[in-house]
């Protein structure tokens, strides 16, 4: 069984630019979440994805969209990168939405904006 | 969401147990009380999780309160691969059900 992957593991932008980051879920998984960590703090929620459709966001402005594909492998875009928009960012996937079931993260993608 | 409070840090020898605290005073009736840790330049990674009994699993144990307004997350032999920041989670019954993480406690493993 395959775990999360997400690529790149390290990315360094420009601020203004656009950045895409890939995940790929475990096997079977069709529910996605993306999380942002700044350095010292505990991940924040940016949004989820169930069966391709956005099933809820955080407390993120619009520049940060994503997509889930049929394969239930998922990509967040961020448009107009800011300073502040450096973190490292955390896919997660599980295969339901019931309370019990645990969330598999893979390594994270870690995102410098200059 | 419920609110959380842990300890910042906590230390613990090698081979000896170990009682992570959490309170979650505002937990609603309905969510549950799940535990991640994050190990050093790694991903959250899953420990337990209960609803209203003690719960045990390979990993660890977790203890709730009767009254549910607090929980103790308990590593029964504490290893170095231990040291990690560990998160007290509630998950709501909301539509998203997305973890929300605090500071959470970062656990130091002596030898």
């Known amino acids: 069984e395959t775990g999360v992957t997400q690529s790149p593991t390290h990315l360094i932008k420009t601020r203004g630019q656009q950045v895409t980051l890939r995940c790929s879920s475990q096997s079977g998984h069709n529910t996605v979440s993306w999380y942002q960590q700044a350095l010292g703090q505990g991940p924040q929620f940016i949004f989820q994805?169930?069966?391709?459709?956005?099933?809820g966001r955080g407390n993120f402005p619009p520049r940060f969209s994503g997509l889930q594909f049929p394969n239930y492998s998922s990509e967040l875009n961020v448009n107009a990168l800011e300073l502040d928009d450096s973190a490292l960012y955390l896919c997660?996937?599980?295969?339901?939405?019931?309370?019990?079931?645990?969330?598999?993260f893979g390594p994270g993608t870690r995102l410098t904006v200059l | 969401d419920a609110k959380t409070t842990q300890p910042n840090s906590m230390e613990s020898n090698e081979e000896e147990p170990v009682h992570l605290p959490c309170n979650h005073s505002?937990?609603?009736?309905?969510?549950?009380i799940h535990w991640y840790r994050q190990l050093p330049s790694q991903g959250p990674e899953y420990v337990i999780h209960?609803?209203?009994s003690n719960v045990n699993n390979r990993m660890a144990s977790l203890a709730i309160a009767e009254d549910r307004k607090s929980s103790t997350l308990i590593l029964h032999r504490a290893t170095l691969r231990d040291a990690a920041v560990y998160y007290c989670?509630?998950?709501?019954?909301?539509?998203?059900?997305?973890?929300?993480f605090g500071s959470g406690t970062q656990l130091t493993v002596l030898p």
């Open positions: 997660a996937s599980s295969l339901r939405l019931a309370l019990g079931n645990e969330q598999f």
């Open positions: 989670i509630p998950i709501s019954s909301g539509s998203a059900r997305q973890l929300t």
């Open positions: 994805y169930y069966r391709e459709e956005e099933n």
């Open positions: 209960g609803l209203t």
């Open positions: 505002t937990i609603s009736g309905t969510d549950y």
